[in-house]
């Protein structure tokens, strides 16, 4: 995976980087790589785009780094930092980079430990301790350790894809630090390189000898020095991440660092974002999972009592069971309520019509101690004059739900449109909560002065709440910022509080570090820096001597930034708008001045917050899943797009041969468009890379033989015999890999001499449909006409037996052929001749759709073309018409059915006596058309259909069958599709997707069925 070399390492091409923290030549960055190639076994990255994905993190930062390097070992690592110091390169360490504050960002050479350095090394259950290398994301860790009973308590928003070196780095918090502290609480050693190269082991300073004590000996020196400056000047929260941990000689905290009141030198490095040394692996203290917990849900009339209230709740957890006091203020609740899904579940937390809600969890061994407690809650609100207004929420699953919602809530919120955008820059101040009424207050008011506002959420319980004001960083933004940033630091400074208090200095707070502790404990933060880092090698000018926050030149976003004029294939109008930070609201669509007409902005939703680095459920990101690798992530996607659009990797913009590498295994899947929180559309953006790139590269033979499928299908079908010989002699997979790179090791469909519109399916008329008491327009797509047609007349019989008069679509005029979506057109590239067959389409569908009668279709890619795609093409409100009647075969029965209609059918289908899995198309999952399909085999007496979690099959349309991307493809179905169906010999397996079930008879040799065929299986039993 190595890149070429550098071709060109300009520090002038890194644009507006900041180019004092590196004087890397193009000759010192050639060097580095070749000899980073040569010595180690890591991946090099060199490349512009890959410099410049890794240029970002969830901040509003951009610096082009020399170079990324990703260790495949941490011996790696050590070997590049020696390189580094070699040739006077700095050296700045990755995780997850989801850091808020710019920490990952820097002109050095970005070390990535997250894609390799991520063993658990030790787990000591009896100790309750575990040793692990920095690069394991939290979530990994806990899943690790469950079968022990124990977890890793620091429960960051982002642990499926926090590092616990990141999280060390940032000193991190989660949301039930009340009970288990910050990070430094939980850290009992670390192994770290200082940039002479030494390997030094952190831990107790009372046991520590050598190099080590004589650093903690220091330390501690200036630490007595200045204990009158630490008393007066370090704040004396909880959450006061700032600056280093010089006072773990002279605790200010409520939380002492360590049980016994000893110093550990590891809380040093915890914290100091990786400006003093490079962490090698990390000791941490493990807890006991909880074994029960507990909501109360408090309804406030006021956002002000809410925060009032806060201190006196928190006077509950004295005995330890308080695990979270979370806030969820009314624009947050109004946002859910907005929202279908989250609806019932947040009216099941309301009591009337509150201002805010706080979510405050006990947590213990013994459930009927937890249930007093949420006596004691109601009680304490009654006292306060609030009486009856705590929902009590002893169940585990709706607590689940609720949590859910509150990170919807946030979600939406960061999927405003337009160049304005919620801000992170104090958003984790943190104040004495008694002060925190007024001082959320206070700084509402200064939000107002501002033009602007802040949403409201978070830690109630620590008094840091997450506030982002919306800003637009390309006109005024970065003066706004410092303006409010200047009144929050002096209400932060009147309530004592700190001014950083969970996310860390990076670039957005390091200046502020001198203010916060004053002249001379800054310096003697340069002390330290200097007795760990003399060379002034890791993260550079980070915490010490850090740039202005408001430095535009270091920004994603500068006022000078431009994107390249273009007009994209689809219609990204609705991208095209701008907002008003006041009230949020949104100007027409078309009206923002992007110069790409929308599709920039689109593209530019992607806030870098990582949440797309996940594992766990949800089809987001398969191909990352497989590869790990940032540019095979929807966020290294939408950061190569960002910088291909705005001319930052060359005059070739949308297609160029480093956008066509980041999305090569994309494979359209569309789960970040429902699982991104800002809502990244990267499927249909692949198909904006697609026409730019066959605009100037022309099609290939596949790309003609795989669009324009439908229009020779028909023709096909009569030589079927000859055509299905492919999949019986091998010497012509062989030939068909040769020339049309389709994988010899794959089958291909079978073609059927006797198609679905040569069956005699006897479909009723438009006229008949018209006059029909239950229409329906039963939409065969190309696939279950020509190569699996019984899912076709299943569908039909289903219908047929459930009292429905179906009509098959077909073109109204001419030919009378099949009516096409326009799929492997758009697939290949052809938007123009995708856009063709939508029309005829639209024309024949849309009268019947506007007269109300269902569009009902089989194949999921297929079918919610019409519900996305076709809403993009310029129909306008035909379209949308059409969208509101199209539905999937399941969707439309379980809609039936709930509403008493399918009485007749259920009245037909017997027991198949068989268990049943299903496994849901990607496309399915993205429009929230899973849930149907259960709801729809239920009819069958007896079914207890059990969905797979699985993310994608691996098949994707095309891609899996391309010789190429054939690895990839059995990597992501073997991820946990493959597993789950060979692990149920017996079972039906249900999957509407062709490519889905032509993956599961590939892989697990098993014949999947379309969930028509198993309803029709039911009535023939
Ligand atoms: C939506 C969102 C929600 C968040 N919620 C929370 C939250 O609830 N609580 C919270 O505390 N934070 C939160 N954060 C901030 C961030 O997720 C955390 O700080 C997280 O722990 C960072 O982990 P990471 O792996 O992404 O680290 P990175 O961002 O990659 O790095 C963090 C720091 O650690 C340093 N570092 C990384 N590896 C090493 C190493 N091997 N040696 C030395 N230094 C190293 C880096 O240089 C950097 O300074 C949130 C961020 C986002 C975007
Ligand atoms: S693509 Fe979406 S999920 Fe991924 S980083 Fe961007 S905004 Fe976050
Ligand atoms: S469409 Fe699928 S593969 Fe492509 S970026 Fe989105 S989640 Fe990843």
Redesign the pocket.
């Known amino acids: 995976m190595n890149a070429p070399l550098p071709l060109e390492i300009a520090r002038e091409a890194a644009g507006n980087a900041y180019d004092t923290v590196s004087q890397a030549s193009n000759e010192v960055a050639g060097r580095l790589a070749q000899r980073l190639a040569a010595e180690t076994q890591g991946e090099v990255l060199f490349s512009p785009a890959d410099r410049g994905r890794y240029a970002t ?2 901040s509003i930062y951009q610096v082009v780094p020399v170079g990324v390097f990703v260790p495949k070992s941490a011996e790696d ?1 050590r070997i590049a930092l020696d390189i580094c110091r070699d040739l006077k390169v700095p050296v ?9 504050c710019g ?2 960002v820097g002109a050095g050479l970005v ?1 990535d ?2 894609k390799h ?1 991520r063993k658990v090394l030790e787990v000591d259950a009896a100790q309750r301790t575990a040793t692990v290398e ?2 394991i ?2 979530d990994h860790l806990n899943a690790h350790l469950k079968k022990t009973g124990l977890w890793y308590p ?5 642990a499926a ?15 039930r630090s009340i009970a288990y502290g ?2 430094v609480h939980n850290v009992l050693g670390a192994q ?1 390189w200082t940039s002479d190269g030494q390997l030094h082991t952190f831990g107790r300073f009372d046991e520590a000898g050598g190099a080590v004590r004589a650093l903690g000996e220091r330390v501690r020196d200036l630490a007595l020095a200045l204990a009158p400056e630490i008393e007066a000047n370090w704040p004396k929260v909880l959450r006061r ?1 700032a600056g280093y941990n010089l006072d773990v000689f002279h605790n200010q905290n409520e939380k002492p660092y360590t049980k016994d009141g000893s110093v550990n030198l590891a809380h040093l ?1 915890v914290g ?4 003093l ?4 692996s990390l000791k941490l203290q493990l807890s006991e999972l909880p074994r029960h917990k507990v909501l109360g849900v408090v309804n406030f009339p006021t956002f002000y009592q809410a925060m009032d209230s806060a201190q006196h709740i928190v006077k509950l957890g004295t005995d330890g069971t308080l695990t979270a006091v979370e806030l969820v203020d009314r624009t947050m609740i109004d946002l859910s309520l907005q929202n279908p899904a989250f609806a019932p579940t947040v009216r099941t937390a309301l009591i009337g019509r509150p201002d805010a809600l706080l979510l405050v969890e006990f947590a213990g061994a013994d459930k009927a101690a937890l249930a007093r407690k949420l006596s004691e809650l109601e009680q304490l609100m009654g006292d306060l004059g609030l009486p009856g207004s705590v929902v009590l929420m002893s169940d585990e699953a709706p607590q689940k739900n609720l949590w859910e919602v509150r990170k919807a809530g ?1 979600n939406i919120m ?1 999927s405003l449109k337009g160049d304005g955008k919620p801000v ?1 820059f104090i958003e ?1 101040c943190a104040v004495p909560l008694q002060h925190l009424a007024e001082y959320t207050d206070a700084l509402t008011q200064v939000f107002r002065k501002h033009g602007t506002k802040g949403t409201w959420y ?1 830690h109630a319980s620590v008094g840091t709440l997450h506030v982002r004001p919306i800003l637009d960083m390309r006109r005024n933004g970065a003066p706004e910022m410092r303006a409010i940033a200047e009144e929050a630091s002096a209400l932060v400074r009147k309530y004592k509080g700190a001014y950083s208090g ?3 200095d ?1 670039l957005c707070r390091g200046e502020w570090i001198r203010w916060q502790f004053g002249p001379k404990i800054d310096d003697a933060f340069r002390e330290i820096k200097r007795m760990f880092d003399p060379l002034d090698l ?2 550079p000018r ?1 915490i010490i001597d850090p740039p202005r926050m408001d430095d535009t030149r270091l920004m994603r976003f500068p006022p000078t930034y431009k994107v390249i004029p273009l007009q994209p294939a689809l219609d990204w109008s609705a991208w095209d708008v701008q907002n008003d930070p006041a009230t949020e609201k949104t100007t027409a669509p078309g009206t923002g001045g992007d110069q790409a007409k929308g599709l920039a902005k689109a593209v530019e939703m992607c ?5 797309c680095r996940k594992f766990d459920a949800g089809t987001m990101c398969p191909s990352y899943r497989v590869t790990r690798d940032e540019k095979h992530l929807t966020r290294g996607r939408a950061n190569t797009l960002r910088l291909a659009l705005s001319g930052q990797l060359g005059p070739d913009g949308l297609a160029s041969e480093d956008v066509r590498e980041a999305l090569e295994l994309c494979v359209s899947c569309k789960g970040c468009k429902r699982d991104c ?1 800002t809502g990244v559309d990267m499927a249909r953006m692949k198909i904006e890379f697609l026409a730019a790139d066959r605009r100037k590269n022309g099609f290939s033979l596949k790309d003609r033989l795989i669009g324009r499928l439908p229009d020779y299908a028909a023709t096909a079908s009569r030589f079927a015999g000859l055509l299905n010989l492919r999949n019986r002699v091998p010497l012509l997979a062989k030939l068909g890999e040769k020339f049309l790179g389709l994988s010899a090791q794959r089958s291909l469909p079978e073609w059927e001499s006797c198609h679905f519109f040569q069956a005699g399916v006897p479909g009723a008329s438009r006229e008949e449909l018209l006059a029909a008491q239950r229409p329906v327009v039963l939409f065969v797509d190309t696939f279950n006409a020509f190569f699996e047609s019984a899912n076709a007349k299943a569908a039909f019989h289903v219908l047929a037996a459930a009292g429905y008069t179906v009509h098959i679509a077909s073109k109204e005029t001419g030919d009378g052929k099949h009516l096409c979506c326009g799929r492997t057109y758009l697939a290949s590239g052809m938007v123009d001749e995708a856009r063709a067959k939508a029309t005829e389409l639209v024309d024949a569908l849309h009268p019947l759709a506007a007269k109300g009668i269902p569009v009902v279709g089989l194949e999921p890619s297929c079918l919610l073309s019409l519900r996305d795609e076709f809403t993009a093409m310029g129909f306008g409100e035909r379209a949308r018409v059409l969208a509101g009647q199209a539905l999937l075969l399941e969707e439309f029965l379980a809609r039936e059915a709930a509403a008493g209609r399918l009485e007749e059918l259920r009245g037909k289908l017997k027991p198949l006596d068989k268990p049943i899995l299903v496994h849901g198309h990607c496309h399915q999952k993205a429009f929230g058309a899973i849930s149907p399909v259960l709801d729809v085999l239920k009819l069958v007496p007896g079914a207890q259909p059990q969905l797979i979690e699985s993310s994608c099959c691996g098949m994707a349309g095309s891609f899996g069958y391309e010789a190429k991307h054939h690895a990839v493809s059995m990597q992501m179905a073997e991820l946990s599709l493959l597993p789950a169906v060979r692990s149920a010999p017996d079972a039906l397996v249900v999957a509407d997707g062709t490519s889905c079930r032509h993956q599961i008879h590939d892989g697990a040799q098993r014949q999947a069925l379309h969930a028509a065929v198993v309803l029709e299986m039911a009535l023939r039993a």
């Open positions: 993190d969830a690592a700045v360490p990755r995780g997850g980079g989801t850091s808020q920490q990952t070390i430990f997250s350095v920095p690069g994301v939290l620091v429960d960051v928003s982002t894809q926090a590092t616990l070196g990141g999280m060390a780095g940032n000193n991190s918090c989660g949301s910050n990070m770290a991440v490095l100091s974002e990786g400006t040394a490079l962490t090698r946030l960061m992170s984790d978070a969970e996310h860390g990076g890791l993260s980070r806030n870098n917050n990582g949440h929180p």
